[in-house]
């Protein structure tokens, strides 16, 4: 069975930056479906931030549009969102999914 792996979070200061990893166990896995990062503040609902489809089509909502940034490495089978211009707002555990499968999350904290 496939799992998700994701790395990178931690604490930065508003307008700092973070590059978020999500690494499958399965080969060609990350190119073969459509890759999402989420989010989930404390004590809020799973929001989803950004998107990739196989064809490397692109998505994101307007909250993080021209910050955030999704891409993929194939020949590591790793996905990543680049996070710039963080803002106290962005702080959640992150999430990546790809083919139904959910990573276990990774912690985002911006604050002074």
Known sequence: QVQLVESGG???QPGGSL????????SIFISTYVMR???QPAGKQRELVAS???????????SVKGRFTISRDSAKNTGYLQMNSLKPEDTAVYYCNAG???GQGTSVTVSE
Not at 19 to 26: H, K, V, Y
Not at 52 to 62: E, F, I, K, L
């Open 10 to 12: 931690g604490v930065v």
């Open 19 to 26: 590059r978020l990893s999500c690494a499958a166990t399965r």
């Open 100 to 102: 139904g499968t959910w």
């Open 52 to 62: 990739m489809t196989p064809g490397g089509t692109t998505s994101y909502p307007d």
């Open 37 to 39: 990062w989420y989010r």
